[in-house]
């Protein structure tokens, strides 16, 4: 009966997140193509998609970390969800190393060859486009705790996250409908701060929830965590 309760209060909270999130993103939508414009939103959108097709990266990674970390919660012992915590964390930022050099390599061929861009908005594109990969690299290194708190059932805070998210970017929409400048250059710059601060909300939440998220690079490697390293392949 518990449990039942407690997949009932996931699954309310969730979609509660949901329905709000989705009136929320309709509102700040409309206030940024109208603050953009029509050619930059498509510019910015364009860019976006790009990035947008390594996110399978986060769902995938995030269920191999969950994995481990589940099973480690069931025998009840910390400090081998710790070492797992740890271990996730340090493949992750391979991962990113991998991944930003992947991407600044993708990026020389991106705008010389496979985008037409205006040439008076090259410069501002390639700006853009450094920035969505900070926002991608952001949201890897966040993996190891979106792992954890999947575990720990911990959907509230998940709801929390993601309706700050919604406010950040409901708040850059508005400034950008009123400031002065290259507005789509404050877009993506505010767009890759706001990723940063709810990365620092995970970290800093998980730090005091969960003893286990605590990092700690030089702890002994667990035998699950080693399969954890041939699962990933790294």
């Known amino acids: ?3 039942a309760n407690r997949v009932a209060k996931n699954t309310m909270i969730l979609y509660i997140k949901m329905a709000i999130n989705v009136f929320i993103s309709l509102y700040t939508t409309r ?9 930059d939103f498509g510019l910015y959108n364009v860019i976006y998609g790009i990035i947008l097709m390594l996110n399978f990266i986060n769902a995938s990674m995030t269920a191999a970390s969950q994995r481990f970390i589940s099973f480690s919660m069931g025998e009840g012992n910390i400090t081998s969800i710790n ?21 600044e390599v993708a990026g020389y061929f991106i705008f010389h060859g496979i985008l037409n861009v205006d040439p ?10 450094q920035f969505m990969v900070i926002t991608m690299l952001v949201n890897v290194i966040h993996v190891p705790y979106d792992a954890l708190l999947n575990a720990h059932e911990n959907m509230l805070f998940f709801a929390i996250i993601g309706l700050t998210e919604s406010i ?11 400031v002065i400048g ?22 800093i939440y998980c730090n005091k929830q969960y003893p286990e998220a605590k990092i700690q690079f030089k702890s002994k490697v667990p035998s699950v965590v080693l399969n954890f390293i041939k699962l990933v392949g790294l």
């Not at 206030?31 to 050619?39: F, I, N, S």
């Not at 008076?120 to 486009?129: G, R, V």
């Open 1 to 3: 009966m518990q449990a």
């Open 31 to 39: 206030l940024v193509l109208h603050a953009l414009g029509a050619e």
């Open 83 to 103: 070492k797992i915590f740890n271990m996730s964390v340090i493949l992750h930022l391979r991962i990113v190393i991998i991944i930003f050099i992947v991407l």
């Open 120 to 129: 008076s908005k090259l410069d501002t594109a390639k700006i853009i486009y």
């Open 168 to 178: 950040f970017k409901l708040s850059i929409a508005i400034f950008i409908t009123y």
């Open 182 to 203: 290259n507005k789509l250059i404050y877009f993506g710059a505010l767009s890759a701060i706001s990723s940063i601060l709810i990365l620092l909300m995970y970290r």
